[in-house]
């Protein structure tokens, strides 16, 4: 059999674990946060390229139709800004695979955040066992003390005959 520690110093080692606990929950609220900081980077860098899809598309709808009389007189600031809104939505693009990767990266360490709570609520829960047994052991060693001082303070029983 094992021996409990003292029930203080049960106490302090179940403060701690408490202590690590709220640290583990901090964490895990912090990268629970960068995560949706990031989703919400990457649902805005979408509509920042649906934006530019949509420019880029009025553009050829101009092209065809109400710019066409006066294409020959403006056909390369035309082409500039087909240019532009291109480099625009490709740049865009590139942007979004980054903060896909950073969400993927957040997503990661929020699991790895919520695994360390877990773990370390385990932890918690197993001290406050032992707290609670070495709390129960001390009770029990009173108990025995005090009846083994009670049945000293006994007189002696007379011998039979």
Do not use: F
């Not at 047994?133 to 025995?144: C, K, L, P």
């Amino acid at each position: 059999m094992t021996t409990l520690p003292a029930p203080h110093e049960a106490q302090q080692l179940h403060r701690l674990r408490s202590l690590r606990v709220e640290r583990a929950r901090e964490r895990c609220a912090a990268a629970r946060a960068r995560v949706e900081a990031a989703a919400a980077a990457v649902r805005e860098r979408r509509r920042q390229i649906e934006r530019h899809r949509r420019d880029s598309d009025a553009l050829q709808h101009a092209i065809v139709n109400a710019l066409a009389p006066q294409l020959p007189r403006w056909s390369g600031m035309v082409a500039a800004q087909r240019d532009r809104l291109s480099d625009l939505l490709e740049r865009a693009e590139y942007a979004l695979v980054e903060e896909e990767q950073q969400l993927e990266e957040a997503q990661e360490k929020y699991q790895q955040a919520q695994a360390e709570q877990t773990r370390a609520l385990a932890r918690e829960d197993a001290v406050r066992g032992l707290l609670q047994s070495s709390r129960q052991a001390h009770v029990a060693a009173r108990e025995r003390r005090a009846e083994v001082e009670l049945e000293d303070q006994r007189p002696p029983a007379i011998a039979a005959r």
